[in-house]
Every structure is written in C-alpha cells, then in structure tokens.
C-alpha cells in the first residue's frame, strides 16, 4: 500500500550486498488531521490486537477430550523436567559466582561461553516437545560488529524460546524474566529486563541496550534482539515501535516470523480463549523465520530515533507483506488498566484506541490518557463497556448540560454510544480546539468553562 512506500536508493555496503538504505520518510504524515475541528473519528478498521481464532473450533475441542488428557500432562512435565534439570546443572557450574539474578550482573564472557549452548538446546527442546519440529529460516544473520541489532515483530509466548535457539541477547518482561524457572537460564543469556510500568526501569534498558551494543567488536559479542513492537498481535500487522531500539544509530536487521495455522493462530491477546490448552494439545506447529537485507541509516535517521522506527517498521511490513497498524503497546496498556478500574472487555466496548492517531494529533502522554480512561469507568455501562446518553450525562457537572448536541458531538462514530476511542478523541479535541480541559470536564475543577468555545466546536463538527 502507499503507506509502506520510501525510495529505494544505490548505497550498499562491500559486506552486504542485499543491503540498502531507503530515504527518511515520515508515514505519521498521513495520519495528521488538518481539520480537527471537522473531522469525525469512524471505527478502526482492523484490530491486530484481535486474534482470528479467539474462540475454539469443534475440531478442537475433540483435540481438547481425546488428546488433552494425557497429551497436556506429559507435555507439561517434559518441559518443567528440561527446565529443572536446565537449572540444576546451571546452579552446580554457577557456584561461588556471587552473580544476584536480578537483570544488573555482568556475568563473564567464558560463563556464557561454556553454557550457552545448553541453554540455546534446552529452548529449542521446548518447542519440539509443544510440536514445532522444524522450523524454517530464511535468509543469513548479518555480520555482528557491523549490524548488531535485530528486530523481530512479536507473535506469541514462543518467541523468545526461538530467539535464544538462534543464539540472541535480547529484551524481556521483568515480570516474565524473573519466574523461578527462568532467572538463572536468561541471566546466563544476558537478557535485559524491562518493567512497562516503571519509567525508570525503561531509561535503564536504554543504557542496557547502548552498552551491550558497544561491544559489539568483543571476542563473543552476539546479536542483541528486541521486540519494538513490546506486544504481541496477530502477525498480520506490524505495530508501532517503541523507539530505544533505535537510540544507538547503528544499523538494524529486521528478522520477521511467521506463524502457520489452520484452526488455533499462537499469536497471543487476551481475547483468545484457553490458549494455554489448546497450545499443548496442537499436534504440530508451524513456525517460519527470514531475515531480511539489514537497514543501514541515514544521517537524519541515526539522529532521530523516532523517524528511525517508523522507517523501519515500514520497511519490515512492506518486505514482509504486512499492514502497518497504528495500534501499540500503549493500547494493551490502556486495556489492562481498564480492566483494573473494573471495566472487562466487552467487544465494541474495548479501551484500546489506535494510540498513533492520538499521538501524532495530540501528542497525548499514557499518564493522561489513563487519568481519562479512569474516569471513563467510573461511568460507563460495566456489560457494555460503553456509555448511553444517559450514563452520558451523568458523567458530566451540571454545568454542560445545557450544550446542544454534546452526546452527538462524542459519539464520533454516530453508532448511538460512546466507547472510550470516542471518548478520548473528543476530550483531546476539546482541549486543543476550545481550550477545554479535562479537569474541568471530569468535575474535579469547578472554574467556568468556556461554554461559548465549546458550542461553536460542536456545531462545527456536526455540521
């Protein structure tokens, strides 16, 4: 599609002859809305946080009772015996190391040297035991002190087992990372350990990751693989990326996979229904894996991370046959904490919002957007996830009641209620177009409001 499409140019390098560098464009210029004022927000058209296989088919089910009784149990223990054993002889080899396992050891070159393999064969035992038998790659790895960063979208929990297979350092959940299980294999593999919800936690990864890659010219540097996307979805889209992959300015080799699927789709959201059962009674599971030709950047590039990421997922999603999706991280964020304000999801009535449009219009920060959102749930119906005119109304101080076509002018997508995307966008239109703000709308701020500012707005958008 014209989303994905930058001009290819002749520079390549003596090394990498498939390699290519494109000339920066910006897709965020198609998202910009030049009439705010005017313009109403429709439905997204497609959701990649929405799985395709959310619900069993007949076919699995019988799967499910004929085989889930002893094809899950024995599965399960094969797994947890590779990684007991896996961790028994780590701790054993590890004695009198003093390493913590709390994502800030440094653990020697020779250490990872002499377990790695183990722990490289032990991820790949796990996928043949949950039916990956084989596994598809195309392509070749780029040499490691020239391109030492590669970017994979996220599908699924499988991912990262493939990822240390094939010999990478990469970033994880701190939460996923610090599993008894785990700590010790991913500490040997030099993971770098994220906490979503701590600023902090991500700054440090930033200086992880700078760190990691300038030793990239180390006797036994490996690639260092990040997931930008930071959340799976449904592998035929690419999200947008978050940006400290792209801080260091060096070339980046896009590794995309792919998962093949009849009835049950791996990826993982948190639609998809007892995914931990029907992955274990899956028969055989189809993974395929390419490397595409590295992307070395420009100077403009190298000094913006920002505009580095958009190119690159552009890049990946055009080479790799995929859309571009506006939706990201922070739309699973905005979904988790709906559901701590009480608010589950309930189909339309879903709290994600395509968050690149807010963030291109409005520049809107998550902290904001969730300062609304609680709000937002306070209100709307708990069994549809969406607000009447009514709930509506009561949302709001007395003080709006007397605006002609308020319910109209939120409800973007004239479907007769307002879900949060609605919500959200008109709330950020009103502070940027009447100087509204949310303080104000929300009653936690009694000052007048500009009533003669936001009926103009209205009328505006309705007409």
């Known amino acids: 599609t014209q989303t994905h499409k930058q001009t290819r140019t002749a520079q390549m390098t003596d090394s990498n002859k498939n390699a290519f560098v494109f000339e920066p464009k910006s897709t965020d210029k198609l998202l910009v809305v030049e009439n705010l004022r005017q313009h109403r927000l429709a439905k997204p058209f497609h959701t990649p946080l929405l799985g395709d296989t959310n619900d069993p088919h007949i076919w699995e089910w019988i799967k499910i009772v004929l085989l889930g009784v002893f094809l899950i149990p024995i599965r399960a223990i094969l797994v947890l015996l590779i990684l007991v054993l ?38 790949r035992a796990i996928l043949f035991i949950l039916g990956y ?53 991913c500490t040997i593999a030099q993971m770098v350990q994220v906490d979503r919800e701590d600023s902090g936690s991500k700054n440090s990864a930033r200086k992880m990751i700078q760190d990691w890659v300038n030793r990239r010219n180390e006797d036994g540097y490996r690639h260092f693989a990040v997931y930008p996307e930071g959340t799976t979805a449904s592998g035929g889209s690419i999200l947008r990326f978050k940006t400290g992959t ?21 990826t993982d959201n948190w639609y998809t229904k007892h995914w931990m059962v029907r992955a274990f009674v899956q028969l055989v599971g189809i993974m395929e894996a390419e490397y595409l030709p590295p992307y070395y950047p420009s100077e403009e590039e190298k000094n913006d991370e920002y505009l580095y990421s958009l190119n690159v997922r552009a890049y990946m999603a055009r080479e790799a046959h995929m859309s571009i999706s506006e939706y990201s991280l922070h739309d699973m964020l905005l979904q988790y904490a709906a559901e701590k304000y009480g608010l589950t999801y309930h189909g339309a009535g879903e709290c994600t919002v395509e968050w690149g449009l807010f963030k291109v219009n409005f520049n809107l920060s998550i902290t904001e957007a969730k300062r609304i959102l609680a709000h937002y749930c306070v209100h709307a119906n708990k069994k549809t996830g969406m607000m009447d005119s009514k709930e509506f109304v009561q949302s709001l101080p007395s003080s709006f009641h007397g605006i002609d076509n308020f319910f109209e002018f939120f409800d973007q997508d004239a479907d007769g209620a307002i879900s949060f995307r609605d919500y959200l966008w008109s709330v950020c239109v009103l502070a940027k177009e009447a100087n509204l703000e949310f303080s104000l709308l929300s009653g936690e701020d009694d000052r007048q409001i500009p009533i003669e500012n936001i009926q103009s707005l209205v009328k505006d958008a309705l007409a």
């Open 246 to 266: 792209f801080a260091p300015g060096l070339p980046i080799q896009p590794l995309i996979y792919r998962a093949r699927y009849m009835f049950f789709n791996p």
């Open 133 to 185: 038998y084989f596994i598809n790659v195309k392509g070749k790895p780029a040499p490691k002190n020239e391109v030492p960063i590669v970017a994979i979208n996220h599908l699924s929990y499988y991912d990262p087992f493939f990822s240390v297979y094939l010999g990478f350092s990469h970033i994880g959940k701190k939460e996923a990372i610090q599993m008894p299980l785990f700590r010790v294999p």
């Open 86 to 123: 896996l961790n028994a002889i780590l701790a054993i080899g590890l004695i009198g190391q003093g390493l913590k396992y709390d994502g800030t050891d440094h653990v020697p070159a020779k250490l990872v040297r002499r377990f790695s393999p183990l722990i490289h064969w032990s991820a």
